[in-house]
């Protein structure tokens, strides 16, 4: 059970945090706001040398490429210390590790971050937490998956390029299902009539 907290709200700021990550096997402070102008994923993740947990890290470094042509830069976050993230980040992943990453790991000993996001459990670790923050730095999108069952990669790139089409062209909306290159609609009740007669 995850404990309330009625600060997180979609369309307000993400709460800022400052903290010690592991990136490219060395130790370095993160600031969240330090990625203002940029999109970001927060990939919120129970514990290292877990199982499930592997899977995501692993999966969405895997799509960096993609995502950072999309201005977008990823935050994996623990309740871990630097120290278990770099032993992981030297396990192989043949082994349950995770190898080189293409993002930073953070360290939130503390659980100072995962409880501003409202994602901390009774146990003492967080939920799969998912956070989309704008390049204005206001939380756009989030979910929060139990323990035992991971996030898909393919549908946060598709939400984040919604995000991003209807920030970049604030007459539309996306409907449902919506990938990019598919028809929009006009927020508008006799507009709206165009996309709805042609499905």
């Known amino acids: 059970m995850i404990s309330q907290n009625n600060s997180i709200r979609v369309g307000e700021p993400a709460p800022d945090f400052t903290a010690t ?15 203002l102008g940029k999109y970001v ?3 919120f993740y129970p514990l290292d040398f877990t199982f499930v947990c592997p899977t995501e890290i692993t999966a969405f470094s895997d799509a960096y490429d993609k995502l950072k042509t999309l201005n977008t830069e990823i935050l994996g976050i623990s309740v871990d210390s630097e120290y278990s993230h770099l032993a992981w980040l030297q396990t192989e ?3 349950g590790g995770l190898g080189d990453l293409q993002y930073p790991l953070v360290s939130d000993l503390t659980k100072d971050i995962s ?3 409202n994602v901390l459990t009774e146990k003492g670790i967080a939920s799969r937490g ?5 390049k204005e730095g206001c939380i756009q999108y989030f979910l929060v998956n139990n323990l035992d069952f991971g996030r898909s990669v ?3 790139l598709r939400t984040l390029q919604a995000i991003q089409y209807v920030q970049s062209h604030p007459d539309e909306v996306c409907p449902a ?3 990019p290159g598919h028809a929009t609609m006009a927020p508008d009740p006799v507009r709206s009539k165009e996309y709805f007669s042609s499905i």
């Open 21 to 35: 990550a592991v990136y490219d096997q060395e130790f370095t402070t993160i600031q969240l706001s330090d990625y």
């Open 115 to 117: 409880r501003s996001y």
């Open 93 to 95: 992943r043949d082994a």
């Open 130 to 134: 998912l956070f989309l923050i704008d």
């Open 41 to 43: 994923i927060l990939l």
């Open 177 to 179: 299902n919506w990938q």
């Open 154 to 156: 393919d549908e946060t």
